[in-house]
């Protein structure tokens, strides 16, 4: 059975003492529940990881790096490897946010590449993706995000993809207080389902966990994780508060 999994992309926000606050208020809320095969995962900055990593350790609560340079050591000032997530128990990785592409002209063809380096770590990738506002007026959503998909993913051996987690987030969604509709969300899901089934076959397919991304709050999370092809969410500015975030958690 695929996992649901609950992200929270902290961004360029929160500094140590914030950071150790929410963790704390987030590990302390979810403590009691009862969450059978459901990932809760926070993505603080670079550094913050090992602390908040530090005081996740005997929780439920996972820590993902928002970020991760392709090449494994050298000369790339400002930038983090995978072999220095590995070295601080950090096993998840965020790659391929629309902010990395827009801001940090993150290709496809970079992500490939990033992929492959988390990979050869086992790092498990939380790969994002997701058209623009444009592209879904022009009708040309599906091909776009197939496109993202194939030249990011399609290179990777089957026994692999077992380490992929998708988020679709459409960007004209993102932080804008613009949710997609529901449907909408499922019908990408069941489109993004097809393509891995058809590349990697069914198994993968139904074992991959499909998040969705792009102003999930506490007021509609459910209805959207409700959909069949839905298996969870990757949250941007509700997971900045405690009480948005785990109410987001128990919306499953
Ligand atoms: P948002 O961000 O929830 O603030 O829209 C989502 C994301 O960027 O992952």
Known sequence: MRKK???????MNNDLDASIELVHDIILNIENLALDNTRVIVAPTFVNLHVVNEI???SRVEVAAQNMHQATSGAFTGEISAPMLNNININTVILGHSERRTYFGETDEKLALKVATAIAHDLDVLFCFGEQLEDRKTNNHFKVVETQIKNALFH?????????TLAY?????????ETASPEQAQEMHAFIRGLIKN????????????????SVK???????????????????GAALKADDFVAIVKAF
């Open 5 to 11: 999994i609950v992200a929270g992309n902290w961004k």
């Open 56 to 58: 996740t350790a005997h």
């Open 156 to 164: 990777i051996q089957p026994s692999d993809f077992g380490l992929i």
């Open 169 to 177: 987030e459409p960007v004209w969604a993102i932080g804008t207080g």
């Open 199 to 214: 590349h990697f076959g069914n198994e993968i397919a139904e074992n991959t966990s499909i998040l969705y991304g792009g």
């Open 218 to 236: 506490p007021a509609n999370a459910k209805e959207i994780f409700s959909k069949p092809d839905v298996d969870g969410g990757l949250i941007g």
